[in-house]
């Protein structure tokens, strides 16, 4: 089954403790991404990656690190978690490469969700 | 840069009424328009979409219309069920931007019996 998994779906931690919580998909996709969802703030892009050992920065990556050293995982690393920090997170995937590969129409599969909370 | 402004919520109906979620968008280049949908408790899952001006996307019977001409997304469905309750999100994906894909905040719809 197609499907991209995160763990753990929930985690409450203390602020300074690193923790990483870990995506990974099953589709051979190129993009991968992670979301945090507040609300009444919708979906904010934190890292994206659009192939093995090429990552960006989104909208919000102060705080969060990344890496991409397989195609099909893309954890996300809280160095020194603090209680703004405490959100949903979702890591999503999708096919294509970029631009140039007509990226901009491609679907996005989301993982179900890492509920965080830092005390 | 790019932005999409989705009504704000919650939208409450009865079961069998008519839906519809407004949805504008800004963007630089010429965009893929999206709705998703996210179930209590789960992530977002593509509901349907667009890629070119005047495309209608439609799923589950849903439908959008890409109008470029009014920067326009508006979800519809004739008559919902209370299994559509649920959080919508209206999103953008640019083929001239940078590629990061923007969501609007999202529309709860609460579905009465």
């Known amino acids: 089954e197609a499907q991209v998994t995160q763990n753990p779906r929930y985690l409450i931690t203390v602020t300074g403790k690193k923790l990483t919580v870990t995506c990974s998909q099953n589709m051979n996709h190129e993009y991968m991404s992670w979301y945090r969802q507040d609300p009444g703030l919708g979906l904010r892009q934190i890292y994206y990656s659009m192939n093995v050992e090429v990552t960006d920065k989104g909208d919000v990556p102060e705080g969060y690190k990344v890496s991409r050293k397989e195609k099909r995982n893309f954890p996300l690393i809280l160095e020194s978690p603090s209680p703004n920090q405490t959100s949903l997170y979702f890591c999503a995937s999708s096919l294509s490469q970029g631009a140039r590969g007509g990226a901009h129409t491609d679907t996005q599969y989301f993982g179900p969700g890492t509920r965080l909370t830092v005390l | 840069g790019d932005s999409v402004t989705q009504m704000e919520g919650p939208v409450t109906l009865s079961e069998e009424a008519f839906l519809t979620i407004n949805c504008t968008y800004t963007?630089?280049?010429?965009?893929?328009l999206f709705w998703y949908v996210q179930y209590p408790g789960e992530g977002l899952q593509l509901l349907l979409k667009a890629t070119k001006a005047d495309d209608k996307g439609s799923n589950k019977g849903f439908e959008a219309t890409y109008r470029k001409e009014t920067t326009s997304f508006h979800l519809e469905k004739g008559s919902v069920q209370v299994s559509d309750s649920a959080v919508y999100f209206c999103?953008?994906?640019?083929?001239?931007?940078?590629?990061?894909?923007?969501f609007g905040r999202g529309t709860s719809l609460i579905v009465h019996p």
């Open positions: 963007a630089t280049g010429y965009p893929s």
């Open positions: 999103a953008l994906s640019d083929r001239g931007g940078s590629y990061i894909p923007t």
